[in-house]
């Protein structure tokens, strides 16, 4: 059998006299924190509060002036802050029963006293805020811009003149004799002007996620009434459908968005909505007729 070399074992022994001391020493130095406090290892919650309170008043800096009793008394309120946390406490514990697992010790002693402390709550609150102020800014930057463009184009311009005319009579332009609109009734035009553009909607507070996630309840309890009385009045009851819900099934089936259904003139809604398109023979003789009507204009 081959002889172990004495000089791996002195410097672990080495390592270990190192390491031990320094286990306690991350939390009360080189003293004892239940020994500072004047308690037992097994000493209640109850019994280190009061003894925490009677050293206190004893060594505290207002009641007594000696330098020594103030180095105490930091020591005892270091002791006690250890001590009166179950966690902190069980750390300490754990530490002084397993001084050689040094690094281990000393991270769960920062992660106590120096780790990320925030309320969860705040955290989510304060990265909805941040969220919803980017995504307003982006829908409103979205806006603007599809706004701008849209102010460029021959129609949006051929609209304000129309509007000038029937303001003036056409005497404003007689006038000028140009092509150029006064600027201050281009202001008041441009309030008249309903700038429809698919795809990009005005920034509204009620868009935003944070918005949403408050009114969540709100919303799932207007889904469920919703879906009850729908269940109630075209199920149970067979009651012909609303104008308002044959919409809805017809825009659904067709899956088109809200916003592009309310761009759509009422006449061209009427008709849909009397093919009953929620019905699928209907729908499948719709699409037919649309592929039709394609391939004609081709």
């Excluded at 709550?121 to 811009?145: N, P």
Aim: some cysteine.
């Amino acid at each position: 059998m081959a002889a172990v070399s004495p000089l791996p074992v002195c410097l672990l022994l080495l390592v270990a006299a190192l390491l031990l001391p320094a286990s306690n020493a991350i939390y009360c130095d080189e003293d004892d924190c239940y020994d500072l406090l004047g308690v037992k290892q097994d000493a209640n919650a109850s019994e280190i509060k009061k003894a925490y309170y009677k050293l206190s008043l004893k060594h505290h800096p207002d009641k007594n002036p000696d330098p020594e009793s103030k180095k105490l008394f930091v020591k005892v309120a270091t002791a006690y802050e250890i001590l009166k946390d179950e966690t902190t406490r069980e750390q300490y514990d754990y530490a002084v029963a397993h001084p050689e697992e040094f690094f281990y010790n000393t991270a769960q002693y920062y992660r106590a006293y120096y780790g990320y402390k925030t309320d969860p709550r705040a955290v989510l609150i304060g990265l909805l805020l941040i969220v919803s102020a980017f995504q307003y800014i982006h829908q409103l930057t979205a806006y603007s811009q599809a706004i701008e463009s849209v102010k460029q184009t021959p129609a949006y311009r051929n609209r304000l003149k129309a509007l000038e005319f029937e303001r003036t009579g056409g005497i404003s332009s007689k006038k000028k004799g140009t092509k150029q609109i006064d600027k201050n009734l281009e202001n008041e035009l441009r309030g008249e002007v309903d700038l429809q553009i698919q795809g990009v909607k005005k920034p509204s507070v009620w868009s935003l996620y944070g918005v949403q996630l408050i009114l969540l309840p709100y919303f799932i309890g207007k889904l469920l009434t919703w879906q009850i009385c729908w269940f109630w009045r075209y199920r149970v009851k067979k009651l012909p459908y609303a104008w308002e819900d044959a919409c809805y099934l017809t825009r659904t089936s067709l899956r088109i968005p809200d916003s592009t259904w309310q761009n759509i003139d009422e006449f061209t809604k009427e008709d849909l909505v009397m093919k009953r398109l929620w019905e699928k023979a209907n729908m499948e003789r719709h699409m037919a007729e649309a592929r039709k009507g394609s391939r004609r204009r081709r």
